[in-house]
T-cell receptor, first 111, second 113 residues
């Protein structure tokens, strides 16, 4: 596909369970970003991958959050022991220079 | 860290009317990006501004960056229902490219027929 693809589009999970969110960036884009959008809030930066450099993890809210980017392409955001406050839309974006291209997001609901 | 404040937070406008959304930064902007988001969808890139005093237009949407590079405005002329959505401004932390963006909290635009 031509755009950033995220899966699943919706995820409902029970508190305490682990979840994995997937992002397929646009082919050739060296930079990949994860953001979180909570109800009524702006976009909160989580983590940023640029080529083979060490990722910028400065936005991860706790050690329950982690992300990988394999082969410089697909990325997985993992949330362990989910809490209700983790409920949000998780958006992935990729870029080669500017601007960022966003996927449609994964809406995570923790019950 | 850089903070972006958008105003107004929400806006209800009658179809055909003009409107303006503002984005103010606490620091000098290296690059200012405008995005639009519809419910359940990702962000759609509208325009990017980098130079002080720069102005760009696309169809009925015009974005400007002030000379001091700390404030941007987005102006929609003769609004249409298709303009409805959430408008977000995002700021680059440097001018090196491929940098993470800091976003404002958004302006929700509703167009009344």
């Amino acid at each position: 596909g031509a755009g950033v693809s995220q899966s699943p589009s919706n995820k409902v999970t029970e508190k305490g369970k682990d979840v994995e969110l997937r992002c397929d960036p646009i082919s050739g884009h060296t930079a990949l970003y994860w953001y979180r959008q909570s109800l009524g809030q702006g976009l909160e930066f989580l983590i940023y991958f640029q080529g083979n450099s060490a990722p910028d993890k400065s936005g991860l809210p706790s050690d329950r959050f982690s992300a990988e980017r394999t082969g410089g392409s697909v990325s997985t955001l993992t949330i362990q022991r989910t809490q209700q406050e983790d409920s949000a839309v998780y958006l992935c974006a990729s870029s080669f220079l500017s601007p960022l291209h966003f996927g449609n997001g994964t809406r995570l609901t923790v019950t | 860290s850089q903070e972006l404040e958008q105003s107004p937070q929400s806006l209800i406008v009658q179809e055909g009317k003009n409107l303006t959304i503002n984005c103010t930064s606490s620091k000098t902007l290296y690059g200012l990006y405008w995005y639009k988001q519809k419910y359940g969808e990702g962000l759609i890139f509208l325009m990017m501004l980098q130079k002080g005093g720069e102005e760009k237009s696309h169809e009925k949407i015009t974005a400007k960056l002030d000379e001091k590079k700390q404030q941007s405005s987005l102006h929609i002329t003769a609004s249409q229902p298709s303009h409805a959505g959430i408008y977000l401004c995002g700021a680059a932390n440097s001018n090196f490219g491929n940098e993470k963006l800091t976003f404002g909290t958004g302006t929700r635009l509703t167009i009344i027929p």
